[in-house]
């Protein structure tokens, strides 16, 4: 009864389409998980999500930017000169900044060495074995690493206390968010980009604590990649919004 | 971070109906949020449509509405249908269901984050009612929630701190459609199936793709406005409130009047009309937000129902993107009347104008595919060619306000009404409501009722026209928008029967409204029972069981061999070939 007539003119499946990424679940319900092929799986799918992630943020630095911008090139009436003049006072900004600077770029540095060791500690681990067992506690080859993770952490960590600290300072000479729309700019940018930061710290706090909550190796790996890409940009943002508000006064 | 991805079948209640991480039932809470929403917006309306032409009336809740109680139904009715209607049910709603089963994944690329945007949503949306409850009620700012009205607390009711909710309600709405937005993205980049090449995604995907974009692109810029704004009104920070403003006899102040430090602050030299150039860089994308996802629909019910492929596919597609890019570049038609140079107007205008290419690129390859189609008239294609009509009608005062000479006129005016509501208001609610009759069948496993679906149908579009179309009228003739009360303006006279009119149209349309939920709700208990496919349709969601089940596919992967639209294929054996069906398809 299955008369073949002219095979009808279809497309080969040949353009796009990366295939099924995730094998599909056992029958016997729940997943197995860490086989290798899906980690890497896992990983290309997080990063993707990251970078439009970042996307998003971009598009809000780029808004306060335009605002910052705009802002600094309005005038308000002045009665006592009879015409518009600017109320944009520039402030110094504290020095302490630049130490900060130097902090949060050291950070970066001390991620990318996480990244390495970890790396490393993924290749040397026999494929699907300990990938998917809890890691033995920051040990490779019997040797103690060094805890580049949570070196970062604490740099992370000393960046945003340096800020605060910058913000102390000006406090201190009476210059608060609304003291001067200079200083409103200031107070938005530098708070906007530390709550960022923030996330980033709190989520290398929980790549280090993974082997204490028994998660696969893969799981720190993948934490950690991931929001290293988030962490180098906001690294950038930070220098970006720092030569904005130095050269942009 | 690092949950599983495609996970087991939830047992417990909570995790299987409340934090279910699986994309249909969080499809299923957006729609139904959108559903709630939509009546609170539209008995919001209806108050409002009363008061006009009968200023009198005595309002349940309300009683008798004071001209600032008018701009507080204006403001929440635009606010709650734009964002937690036109934005969450077409694209969060639908478009979580079934953009995976489309595209042949599991589930979506983050169903956590995925989950947790739909909760994001849901706070949201219960801060917006909150305003309602708390001192000074709602806020009066309007949607576009303008400085400097929207700036100082004391310019009106409803400005202290149900304004401030307003503002940390669409905040929170932003980071709720950012986290949306990028899960879209990378399920639609990263979970085809084997075969579904991007031009073989059906249009449904490609518009909420597209869509996802811009909400990406568009919400940060909110919020960075809503942050700054928020400052303004509680720190006193000087980012829109200019200096010396005087509000009922005093010059504003903010609420404390002095700074951390214990001096007084005064506000100087901020822009009011950099809020709306933030406001609308975002707020025109929104716009599309609300249609694409109607555009996607309306091809796809086109097609399927014609019988025949969807006319110029690719055309679609890059019709589509093209709208999406120009979106972009097109805020300042918002703001002629705010005193742009007339070069910066002339660009927009141009650019503005340059959209009505793809649109009517789309609108022309509507007509191509039901051109010569075996049509069948079931209520969901009434709905898609409802919509391609309404979209038609709306559009084409498009040109008109996009001229800076015309729009000066007519902005304000009940003209402007009248072309967004057609457009963006109606047309998307009608993408809406095509997509669930539909798809109500792969839902809920039971079909809508015809007759009552009929019913709704002709009763709406008959009534919405009646309602809308002679509101341009009502523009030319110089009625304002946003006036509480016209029928003591001498000029505006003879406008009031047609006001009457339009009034009592909008009550019959709000009445039909009755109709759809009750055939909704019937339906899923009593509805016949629906086949897996009862369309005839190609796309890979008609090929798993209705409702489909937790993996959707049942733990096989999906292969793809077909584009989206292969109906009436020459030499095939059905009129429709599935998207899965072998690659070379035999006669049986």
């Not at chain 2, 971070?1 to 969080?26: C, N, W």
């Given at each position: 009864m299955a008369t073949t007539l002219s095979p009808v003119a279809v497309d080969e499946p040949k353009l796009g389409g990366r295939g099924p990424t995730m094998a599909p679940p056992p029958r016997d319900g729940g997943w197995g998980g860490g086989r290798p092929d899906e980690h890497r799986d896992r990983l290309r799918r997080y990063r993707i999500g990251m970078f439009f992630a970042l996307t998003a943020v971009v598009m809000l630095f780029v808004s306060f930017t335009s605002a910052y911008i705009v802002r600094q090139g309005v005038?308000?009436?002045?009665?006592?000169?009879?015409?518009?003049?600017?109320?944009?006072?520039?402030?110094?900004?504290?020095?302490?900044?630049?130490?900060?600077?130097?902090?949060?770029?050291?950070?970066?540095?001390?991620?990318?060495?996480?990244?390495?060791?970890?790396?490393?500690?993924?290749?040397?681990?026999?494929?699907?074995?300990?990938?998917?067992?809890?890691?033995?506690?920051?040990?490779?080859?019997?040797?103690?690493?060094?805890?580049?993770?949570?070196?970062?952490?604490?740099?992370?960590?000393?960046?945003?206390?340096?800020?605060?600290?910058?913000?102390?300072?000006?406090?201190?000479?009476?210059?608060?968010?609304?003291?001067?729309?200079?200083?409103?700019?200031?107070?938005?940018?530098?708070?906007?980009?530390?709550?960022?930061?923030?996330?980033?710290?709190?989520?290398?706090?929980?790549?280090?604590?993974?082997?204490?909550?028994?998660?696969?190796?893969?799981?720190?790996?993948?934490?950690?990649?991931?929001?290293?890409?988030?962490?180098?940009?906001?690294?950038?943002?930070?220098?970006?919004?720092?030569a904005l508000l130095h050269f942009a006064r | 971070?690092?949950?599983?991805?495609?996970?087991?079948?939830?047992?417990?209640?909570?995790?299987?109906?409340?934090?279910?991480?699986?994309?249909?039932?969080?499809?299923?809470?957006?729609?139904?949020?959108?559903l709630v929403a939509v009546f609170v917006g539209m008995f919001l309306s209806l108050f409002m449509r009363i008061h006009l032409v009968w200023p009198e009336a005595n309002l349940p809740w309300f009683g008798?509405?004071?001209?600032?109680?008018?701009?507080?139904?204006?403001?929440?009715?635009?606010?709650?249908?734009?964002?937690?209607?036109?934005?969450?049910?077409?694209?969060?709603?639908?478009?979580?269901?079934?953009?995976?089963?489309?595209?042949?994944?599991?589930?979506?690329?983050?169903?956590?984050?995925?989950?947790?945007?739909?909760?994001?949503?849901?706070?949201?949306?219960?801060?917006?009612?909150?305003?309602?409850?708390?001192?000074?009620?709602?806020?009066?700012?309007?949607?576009?929630?303008?400085?400097?009205?929207?700036?100082?607390?004391?310019?009106?009711?409803?400005?202290?701190?149900?304004?401030d909710l307003w503002i940390i309600s669409i905040a929170i709405f932003c980071v709720a459609s950012l986290m949306g937005a990028l899960?879209?993205?990378?399920?639609?980049?990263?979970?085809?199936?084997?075969?579904?090449?991007?031009?073989?995604?059906?249009?449904?995907?490609?518009?909420?793709?597209?869509?996802?974009?811009?909400?990406?692109?568009?919400?940060?810029?909110?919020?960075a406005g809503g942050i700054l704004l928020l400052l303004d009104r509680n720190v006193g920070t000087s980012f829109f409130v200019p200096g010396g403003l005087n509000v009922s006899g005093n010059l504003s102040f903010p609420p404390g009047g002095l700074n951390p430090g214990g001096h007084p602050i005064t506000h100087t030299g901020g822009s009011p009309l950099l809020w709306q150039h933030l406001f609308w860089f975002f707020g025109h994308p929104e716009v599309y937000i609300a249609i694409l996802p109607g555009m996607g629909v309306a091809s796809q019910l086109l097609s399927t129902f014609s019988r025949k492929p969807i006319f110029g596919y690719k055309a679609m597609v890059y019709a589509i993107l093209s709208i999406g890019m120009l979106g972009f570049l097109v805020w300042g038609h918002?703001?002629?009347?705010?005193?742009?140079?007339?070069?910066?107007?002339?660009?927009?205008?141009?650019?503005?104008?340059?959209?009505?290419?793809?649109?009517?690129?789309?609108?022309?390859?509507?007509?191509?595919?039901?051109?010569?189609?075996r049509i069948r008239f079931a209520t969901p294609m009434l709905f898609a060619i409802g919509f391609v009509s309404l979209f038609v009608s709306g559009g084409l005062s498009g040109p008109f306000l996009a001229q800076p000479v015309l729009d000066i006129p007519?902005?304000?005016?009940?003209?402007?009404?009248?072309?967004?509501?057609?457009?963006?208001?109606?047309?998307?609610?009608?993408?809406?409501?095509?997509?669930?009759?539909?798809?109500?069948?792969?839902?809920?496993?039971?079909m809508m009722n015809e007759t009552l679906g009929k019913i709704h149908f002709f009763i709406t579009l008959a009534g919405t026209y009646a309602v809308f179309m002679p509101m341009h009228y009502l523009g030319m003739a110089g009625q304002p928008r946003r006036y509480s009360q016209f029928t003591e303006l001498q000029y505006l006279q003879?406008?009031?029967?047609?006001?009457?009119?339009?009034?009592?149209?909008?009550?019959?349309?709000?009445?039909?409204?009755?109709?759809?939920?009750?055939?909704?709700?019937?339906?899923?208990?009593?509805?016949?029972?629906?086949?897996?496919?009862?369309?005839?349709?190609?796309?890979?969601?008609?090929t798993v069981p209705s409702p489909p089940p937790h993996d959707n596919f049942g733990g096989v992967t999906p292969v793809v061999n077909h584009g989206p639209y292969e109906y009436s294929v020459p030499g095939a054996a059905k009129d429709y070939i599935m998207q899965t069906d072998p690659a070379t398809v035999t006669a049986h």
């Open positions: 005038g308000t009436w002045s009665d006592a000169s009879a015409r518009y003049v600017t109320d944009w006072q520039p402030i110094s900004l504290p020095p302490i900044l630049w130490v900060n600077t130097v902090i949060l770029l050291l950070s970066s540095f001390t991620l990318a060495m996480a990244q390495r060791t970890l790396s490393r500690k993924l290749k040397a681990a026999p494929r699907g074995g300990t990938l998917t067992m809890p890691e033995p506690l920051l040990i490779v080859d019997g040797q103690r690493s060094i805890p580049w993770l949570g070196i970062t952490v604490v740099l992370g960590a000393g960046f945003l206390v340096g800020q605060l600290l910058a913000w102390e300072q000006l406090r201190h000479l009476g210059i608060f968010v609304s003291t001067n729309p200079s200083s409103s700019f200031f107070y938005v940018l530098t708070g906007t980009h530390g709550i960022h930061l923030l996330g980033g710290v709190l989520a290398l706090g929980y790549a280090g604590m993974t082997s204490l909550l028994r998660k696969p190796l893969a799981t720190r790996f993948l934490v950690v990649d991931v929001t290293a890409l988030y962490w180098h940009f906001m690294d950038f943002l930070w220098i970006y919004i720092f | 971070m690092s949950e599983q991805h495609a996970h087991a079948a939830p047992t417990g209640f909570i995790r299987k109906y409340v934090f279910s991480l699986d994309h249909k039932v969080i499809g299923l809470q957006y729609y139904f949020l959108a008798h509405i004071k001209p600032e109680q008018y701009l507080t139904l204006l403001t929440m009715h635009g606010t709650i249908m734009v964002f937690f209607v036109l934005t969450t049910a077409p694209q969060s709603g639908f478009g979580n269901y079934f953009l995976p089963i489309q595209i042949g994944a599991p589930d979506m690329a983050f169903p956590t984050l995925n989950m947790l945007s739909f909760w994001t949503t849901f706070v949201s949306f219960v801060v917006m009612l909150a305003a309602f409850f708390v001192e000074g009620g709602a806020p009066l700012a309007g949607w576009t929630n303008y400085v400097t009205l929207s700036a100082i607390p004391s310019a009106g009711p409803g400005l202290g701190l149900g304004e899960n879209f993205i990378t399920t639609t980049l990263d979970l085809r199936a084997r075969g579904m090449s991007l031009f073989r995604m059906p249009l449904t995907c490609w518009a909420w793709f597209v869509t996802a974009m811009l909400g990406l692109l568009a919400f940060g810029v909110l919020l918002h703001m002629f009347m705010s005193g742009m140079s007339p070069y910066s107007a002339f660009a927009f205008s141009v650019m503005t104008m340059a959209i009505g290419v793809p649109s009517a690129i789309k609108t022309f390859n509507w007509l191509g595919t039901l051109w010569g189609g007519l902005h304000d005016t009940a003209f402007v009404v009248a072309h967004f509501h057609l457009i963006m208001g109606v047309a998307a609610i009608f993408g809406i409501f095509a997509g669930t009759y539909y798809w109500f069948p792969k839902m809920f496993g039971r003879h406008l009031i029967p047609l006001n009457q009119f339009i009034s009592i149209a909008a009550f019959i349309t709000i009445a039909a409204q009755f109709v759809f939920v009750f055939n909704l709700f019937w339906s899923m208990k009593k509805g016949k029972k629906a086949e897996i496919n009862p369309w005839e349709a190609t796309t890979l969601e008609w």
